[in-house]
């Protein structure tokens, strides 16, 4: 199978190719593989580890002929190449969350969203790189490497989930699994031009994913179509004993998609919030994809209704509450004693366990973990806490009833995803100005609801891929895949994969070489 | 200033991280930094307002059935353990070379 064939595959093509036999798992993870030796390494940069072992064995059982083979042929993902953030065990392969306090960590188990998605037939490519323990919005922050974005090679994928993006964007994989806390999945996916969604918080189950803020997390999938996410979503959503905050509701993703594409959504009420459209720093190109994706809606039929998100401001500095404070708590488990940097520990000369804690913490995270821990540990000291922890909690409440209120009178909210497209490496330096590129998508893992970065084309001031986000009322993620499915139709012309395969296939020809990253 | 450089000692202390004295000094000034931008939530009016701890309400005592489930065999739990003996994770003495008891 040729890379370009392979690339232009769905979900959907992968599995109705795979079983009407008019090409073997094999072939597919041939080409998977193919792409990855191509593009990956110096260029890309998405993966910290890939499981070609584990993809042969899986295309295997996929083309063997057997009982087992036509069950795990009849799965959703059956064939799929998927690859997952690194912060998601996958039992006997490196799980580092991009950090040298992991470095050597194997997992002993694997996660149910990873187990999920291999029982739902999909072939296992490796794993993603990330910002450290998923603190930050470019994957700069990552222990191992930077990953570059495909559209632009001097430029960062966003993140945290910025390998699963990366990897999804250059053809890579067909899709990948990120983890989202406050924009994580949905600012990377706008940043590399595919889709990117948030559930609502509970729908899929973090068990085996390394915890960063618990309220916060939820694992969602990045793929190249709203199909392709939403059929992702099916295979991995649903209540598992061993995440106490899953739930039990799947309100059929892929079927909303089915829906909106056949019935449209005529009289679906989309709320836009007015002054998301003027918000300091916001730039002209994401206003007018934003005003375009407005346009289109009302052109199918929807009604447009202002909605007022007054609290929303105060998810900002709620979140660098919250986030740090049980990032603190979950990061305590990082002690070296259970699990640690082998070489660190051996080189530290702590005669005490108290010493070997702090310097076996200062050499194993990296200087935005140890920010995070530090800002936590001072927020939830005593005194200090009724300062800011609780009242964070207590406008928590308030930013959730603006959803409610909002919900109450639009089906879906239209906003954008991040205030700008993908920026250089190194171009945004202090922490403070890196956490403002979340704005838009923190408020809603403060409320829980789930959230949808859909890209509408390149901004035409950087040429760079721009993105409108869709947001649902808790539990109501199938309005999202509807108005989220409709509108991905008035764009039907825009790439899902960068041009850099183009460059790359042509070279196969003898035409041209790939670009080279020169981060 | 929200934090002087010995205050973000002491936070290092109870948060288990050894910092350098340049480190301190970098850190004071990007902490005091990240909690000016904190300040809209002390200046809310949050009086009566219930705070939320948790995004799915009413999510109580979540129990599952009694059954067995196997927990990691016990090669597994220790595989990351950067030092072990014995099965045992080892660890230097919690009191150090001074302890006295």
């Keep these: ?519 | 200033m929200y934090l002087t450089e010995n205050d973000v000692r002491g936070i290092a202390t109870y948060a288990r991280i050894g910092l350098a004295d340049d480190e301190v000094k970098a850190m004071t000034i990007d902490l005091n930094n990240i909690i000016e931008s904190l300040k809209p939530i002390t200046e809310y009016d949050l009086t009566g307002v219930e705070p939320t701890f948790h995004p799915i309400a009413g999510l109580v005592n979540v129990m599952r059935d009694d059954i067995q489930i196997d927990g990691l065999a016990h090669n597994d739990a220790m595989q990351n353990a950067p030092s072990s003996a014995d099965g045992q994770f080892r660890i230097p003495p919690i009191l150090g070379d001074g302890g006295e008891a």
């Design chain 1, 1 to 519: 199978m040729l890379r370009s064939e392979y690339t232009n595959l769905s979900v959907v093509d992968i599995r109705e190719g795979l079983n009407a036999g008019n090409f073997s798992a094999k072939e597919i993870a041939d080409a998977s593989l193919s792409c990855i030796d191509a593009l990956d390494a110096g260029v890309v940069d998405a993966f910290l580890s890939t499981t070609p072992m584990l993809a042969y064995e899986a295309a295997e059982k996929l083309d063997t002929n057997s009982a087992k083979s036509a069950q795990v042929k009849a799965g959703i993902l059956a064939g799929v190449p998927i690859a997952f953030k690194d912060n998601m065990n996958l039992m006997g392969t490196h799980t580092t969350c991009a950090s040298k306090m992991l470095a050597d960590y194997i997992s002993p188990y694997t996660a149910t969203c990873v187990a999920k998605t291999l029982a739902a037939g999909a072939i296992p490519m490796g794993k993603l790189n990330m910002d450290e323990f998923a603190f930050g919005s470019s994957t700069e922050t990552s222990a191992f490497k930077l990953t570059r974005n495909p559209w632009d090679l001097e430029r960062v994928p966003g993140g945290s989930s910025g390998g699963s993006v990366a990897a999804v964007a250059s053809g890579m994989v067909t899709v990948a699994l990120g983890s989202d806390t406050g924009g994580s999945i949905r600012q990377p996916a706008a940043f590399c031009g595919v889709v990117g969604f948030k559930p609502t918080y509970g729908v899929v189950s973090r068990y085996g994913v390394v915890a960063f803020g618990s309220s916060l997390d939820q694992v969602g999938p990045i793929g190249r179509s709203v199909a392709d996410v939403a059929i992702t979503t099916d295979a991995i959503c649903g209540r598992d004993p061993l995440d106490c905050t899953s739930q039990d509701v799947n309100p059929g993703y892929y079927n909303s998609v089915l829906a909106a594409q056949q019935k449209g959504i005529k009289g679906m009420k989309i709320g836009v919030v007015p002054e998301y459209l003027e918000a300091p720093g916001i730039e002209r190109e994401v206003v007018k994809a934003l005003k375009g994706a407005i346009a289109n809606l009302q052109e199918l039929g929807a009604q447009i209704v202002d909605v007022s998100l007054p609290n929303a401001q105060a998810a900002l500095a709620a979140y660098y509450v919250i986030g740090p404070c049980e990032a603190f708590s979950n990061l305590s488990r990082f002690d070296s004693v259970r699990y640690g940097n082998k070489n660190d520990v051996v080189q530290t000369a702590a005669t005490d366990l108290g010493s070997r804690y702090e310097q076996a913490r200062a050499h194993g995270f990296g200087p935005e973990a140890i920010r995070r821990i530090m800002l936590g540990s001072y927020l939830l000291s005593s005194g200090v806490y009724n300062t800011y922890y609780y009242p964070a909690q207590q406008v928590r409440t308030l930013i959730t009833k603006d959803y409610q209120q909002a919900f109450e009178q639009v089906d879906v909210i239209l906003a954008p995803v991040s205030p700008r497209t993908a920026f250089k490496f190194g171009e945004v330096g202090d922490p403070t100005s890196m956490y403002l590129s979340d704005i838009f998508t923190i408020p809603i893992n403060i409320a829980g609801n789930g959230g949808l970065s859909l890209p509408v084309g390149l901004g035409e001031d950087s040429g760079l891929p721009v993105a409108v986000q869709i947001i649902g009322p808790q539990f109501g993620d199938y309005a999202i895949m509807r108005a989220a499915a409709a509108l991905e139709q008035c764009y039907p012309d825009i790439r899902r994969i960068a041009p850099l395969m183009d460059s790359l296939n042509a070279s196969a020809n003898g035409l041209k070489s790939p670009e080279r990253g020169v981060a």
